[in-house]
C-alpha cells in the first residue's frame, strides 16, 4: 500500500460522505506521515515502511477494542468499526507454518540457531509475515519436541 493510495482513499471517502472512513484514513496518513518524519524519510516514504506502520495502527484499534468496557456499547462499536476500516488497507500477512518452514528452506543460509533465522525472518518478512507463528515454528525447528519418556518403564526398571 502506498501513502497516495491511502491519501486518494480519503479524498473518495470525503466527497462520498463517509465520515468515519474519512477520519481513519486521515488519522492514519497523519500517524505515517509523523513515523517518516521522525525517521527522516519525510521525501521517501516506500511501501514497506507504510506497510509496517499499518500494522502498528491495526494493533492500536485492536488494543482500543480489547480495553474499552463492555457497558461503552457505542464507543466500542466506534472501536470495531474503525478496526474494521483499517484492517482493510493492512498487508496479509504470512502466518501459514508451512511457507515459513518453505522460506527459510528456500532463501536462509546460515547457521540453523534461533538468533541467526530470527534475524534473516525480521530483516527480509518484517511487515509481510506474522512473527509470532515465525518465532514458533523456528523454535520448533531447532529445538525439536523430545519424545515423552513411558514412566512406568521408568519405575519398573525396564
Known amino acids: 500500500m502506498t501513502l497516495e493510495q491511502l491519501h486518494n482513499d480519503m479524498v473518495t471517502a470525503w466527497k462520498d460522505g463517509d465520515i468515519n472512513r474519512k477520519k481513519v484514513l486521515s488519522d492514519t496518513v497523519a500517524h505515517i506521515k ?3 518524519i521522525d525517521k527522516g524519510c519525510r521525501d521517501n516514504i516506500k511501501e514497506d515502511f507504510v506497510d509496517a506502520e499499518l500494522l502498528k495502527v491495526q494493533k492500536m484499534f ?3 477494542v480489547d480495553t474499552c468496557p463492555d457497558d461503552r456499547k457505542v464507543t466500542k462499536a466506534e472501536y470495531t ?3 474494521a476500516i483499517i484492517s482493510e488497507y493492512v498487508p496479509k500477512l504470512i502466518a501459514d507454518e508451512n ?3 518453505e522460506v527459510i528452506r528456500d532463501e536462509y543460509e546460515g547457521p540453523l540457531t534461533k538468533p541467526y533465522l530470527m534475524k534473516f525472518l525480521t530483516t527480509n518478512y518484517k511487515g509481510k509475515m506474522d512473527m509470532k507463528v515465525a518465532s514458533s515454528v523456528v523454535t520448533e525447528l531447532v529445538i525439536p519436541k523430545k519424545p515423552e519418556v513411558d514412566t512406568v518403564s521408568l ?3 525396564n
Open 34 to 36: 509523523r513515523a517518516a
Open 62 to 64: 485492536k488494543e482500543m
Open 81 to 83: 468499526l474503525n478496526l
Open 99 to 101: 511457507k515459513i518452514i
Open 155 to 157: 519405575v519398573d526398571g
